[in-house]
């Protein structure tokens, strides 16, 4: 039996007269290889409609929990469409298309966390800075941990680079194929259920005001669209710190190791002197990457020409990739390295819009 899971993390606060909680929540979806295109397909169906029905400019079809909470809450912030929209996607995505939700959430009954290097970290620190940096894989890890002899192909949304640890050794070891995936919840349909019905279930809960205990999110996640066959809640507390507490005190879990290929590379123009990337990523010319990256199935990353650590040069040379320029400096950069040999291709943002219908 081919399984197939798509991993990703976020956290929830309660506030109370004695103060804030925090837990780290996250869920992982599972689904038969065999029925992965009969669920893309209602997937794909369902937000074609949804751009359709909102008049959504847009090429892609892949959306995260942002993309949706912000075509659907307006300046008036009522949720009201939101929450019909997700029960819909719930009822004719990921019910009928036989997806299996893993709802995790993180909380333990100790006031210290022993840390590899001998120190200790509260637990509100641990969980916010600590497992925040790393626990888009947990929800995979709890998952495959019950499996047995089972070896799923999964995909983890992005995480930033943090200590190793025993749940992550046993992804590597019992995973078919292992992948991280920047803007995961943008471009893999998977990575995007999970972040979805994550969100959506977060929402609920805090509207709602249902307890963070496995018993009440099985009685009421029906309520909001789940179907009680294709529903699990597991509760990752203090037995477990040992799999998911740092073992290493480095940084030696570096998820670029991970990214799928092909490396989609952003040629900067070098107009402003800061937020350029952060400009690139809000324009409408992004959605054609992003678009891109989802149809090739690869990565993407902005380019960086520097020698040594965090340059991509011997990347380039070794693994090649698609070099997408925006402007005349990024043109000039692409066809530069095509003339020295790299094993590269060079898109335009033009050439890009023109494929996908702009």
Not at 192 to 205: F, G, P, Q, W
Not at 315 to 329: D, F, M
Request: with cysteine; proline share 6%.
């Amino acid at each position: 039996m081919g399984l197939l899971i798509g991993s990703d993390e976020g956290d929830i606060k309660f506030v109370g007269r004695r103060g804030t909680f925090i837990a780290r929540i996250g869920v992982a979806v599972t689904i038969r290889r065999s029925s992965y295109d009969s669920f893309l397909n209602l997937y794909r169906e369902f937000f074609e409609d949804f751009k359709e029905d909102l008049n959504l400019k847009t090429p892609r079809w892949i959306f995260s929990s942002s993309d949706v909470r912000g075509f659907l809450i307006g300046r008036d912030n009522d949720p009201t469409e939101y929450f019909l929209r997700m029960k819909e996607f719930v009822e004719k995505v990921v019910v009928p298309g036989g997806v299996i939700t893993n709802f995790i959430f993180a909380s333990f009954g100790v006031k210290k966390i022993s840390m590899p290097d001998g120190s200790q970290v509260g637990v509100m620190n641990f969980i916010k800075k600590k497992l925040g940096s790393y626990f888009s894989y947990i929800p995979a890890w709890v998952v495959l941990s019950r499996l047995g002899r089972s070896h799923p192909v999964v995909y983890i949304d992005n995480f930033n680079p943090s200590p190793r640890t025993l749940a992550w050794e046993k992804l590597c070891r019992d995973s078919r194929k292992l992948v991280v995936i920047p803007n995961g919840d943008k471009v893999n349909p998977l990575i995007s259920t999970a972040d979805l019905v994550l969100r959506y279930i977060k929402e609920s809960m805090l509207l709602s005001k249902w307890r963070l205990d496995v018993p009440s999110l099985l009685k009421n996640l029906p309520s909001i669209g789940f179907a009680p066959d294709l529903l699990k809640v597991y509760h990752v507390g203090s037995r477990s710190l040992s799999k998911i507490v740092p073992v290493s005190t480095e940084n030696d879990v570096l998820p670029q190791s991970w990214y799928p290929l092909p490396m989609i590379y952003v040629i900067r123009e070098g107009l402003l002197p800061k937020n350029e990337q952060r400009l690139i990523e809000k324009s409408p010319a992004f959605e054609y990457i992003l678009r891109h990256a989802s149809e090739v199935g690869g990565s993407i990353k902005f380019l960086s020409l520097q020698s040594g650590a965090g340059g991509d040069v011997d990347e380039l040379r070794r693994n090649g990739g698609i070099l997408v320029s925006l402007g005349p400096y990024g043109h000039g950069i692409g066809e530069y390295l095509i003339a020295l040999g790299f094993p590269v291709t060079h898109l335009t943002i033009s050439e890009l819009i023109s494929k996908y219908g702009g």
